[in-house]
């Protein structure tokens, strides 16, 4: 059973193989504006240098978002079009969930931040890896006041510790995870992706919706009364 795991929703991303013994191989890069050439080749690359082929994957697990608009539906398009010609089917995995998935061991809560701009941000409690709220758009004020009512430590993760790092340090039992452990890896929406084909947790190329949690700037834009 093998799971390729594939990330377009930031300025990282990649795509990684899983199998039930463990991490297969691995490509994360720096993509920024990128996403449409270079996420082919890296598939074709953790492939090549793995020794295995498309048609031997098991499924493909995929971040829905948020994230990145334009990177997101790269993405979603390169994995419904593998899974429709091989008819393989597809694992979704929001960025909160997966980078969640990273810290399941720590015990306490953890706090998966996307930067969501307009000091605001995506985020979601989880713990051991389980979600225990719904995802919420907020701004960064508001969750600080909220989880200063907490008496318990919280981990932030995420790519958005950094640009909120100092409102995020008013929480008064932050916990910041390592700065090389803030990106979104795909081996984790791969792992992630995994547990859930063992559910049986998964959809058809068609059904796989992406996971914007609002509207684009666009969008904003062209209706700037509605949010």
Not at 143 to 148: H, P
Not at 183 to 191: I, M, N
Request: net charge negative; with cysteine; charged share 20%.
């Amino acid at each position: 059973m093998i799971i390729m795991g594939i990330d377009t929703s930031g300025s990282f991303g990649g795509a990684a193989l899983v199998s039930e013994q463990g991490l297969v191989a691995e490509y994360l890069l720096q993509i920024h504006r990128g996403h449409s050439e270079l996420i082919v080749p890296t598939i074709e690359r953790v492939l090549s240098d793995s020794g295995i082929a498309l048609e031997d994957l098991t499924a493909f697990a995929v971040v829905t978002g948020p994230g990145s608009f334009t990177g997101l539906r790269i993405g979603l398009a390169t994995v419904k079009g593998f899974a429709y010609a091989l008819n393989k089917p597809i694992i979704p995995v929001t960025a909160m969930e997966a980078l969640a998935w990273q810290h399941r061991t720590y015990p306490q809560l953890v706090y998966p931040i996307i930067d969501a701009r307009r000091q605001e941000v995506f985020t979601q409690a989880f713990r051991s890896g389980e979600s225990v709220a719904e995802a919420v758009n907020c701004k960064v004020s508001d969750l600080v006041e909220m989880l200063n009512s907490l008496s318990e430590p919280v981990l932030f993760t995420g790519p958005g510790v950094t640009a909120h790092r100092q409102q995020l340090s008013e929480v008064k039992h932050a916990i910041f995870a390592p700065d090389q452990d803030l990106q979104l890896r795909p081996s984790s929406a791969a792992a992630l992706g995994l547990e859930r084909f063992k559910q049986g947790k998964t959809q058809s190329w068609y059904e796989v919706l992406p996971y914007y949690m609002r509207k684009s700037s666009a969008e904003y834009q062209f209706n700037p009364t509605e949010k």
